[in-house]
């Protein structure tokens, strides 16, 4: 098993059309890099993983449990498993850092 990884040299793995993610995981939580271009969404979803995200640049607006927000740079948020939510990016591209616990099997993507 490695311990360490250089994000720049892990595969991109397409989400949705114009939302990519590179991921890492362990035992029991996963770590996703993910990547945003201009106008791309992600559409009203929920699954049993807990996730907490940190916005790395750019800002996108999040609805968790119908709470509308924009997140900025910096800015962090709390998904309880179970809980409808859903992304829209504006016209920059944004980046965030997000995990969940447990590990999203689907996820695990192979390099």
């Avoid at 201009?38 to 607006?61: D, K, N, T, Y």
Wanted: charged letters at 25%.
């Amino acid at each position: 098993m490695s311990y360490f990884f250089d994000p720049e040299t892990r595969t991109r793995k397409e989400l949705l059309p114009g939302i990519a993610t590179r991921t890492f995981w362990g035992e029991r939580m996963l770590l996703s890099l993910v990547d945003f271009q201009p106008g791309a969404a992600i559409p009203p979803h929920s699954h049993p993983h807990e996730q907490v995200g940190m916005m790395l640049a750019g800002e996108m607006r999040l609805t968790i449990a119908g709470e509308t927000r924009q997140v900025r740079s910096g800015d962090v948020y709390v998904v309880p498993g179970g809980v409808e939510h859903c992304v829209a990016v504006g016209d920059a591209v944004a980046q965030c850092i997000e995990a969940f616990s447990p590990v999203r099997e689907e996820y695990k993507f192979p390099d």
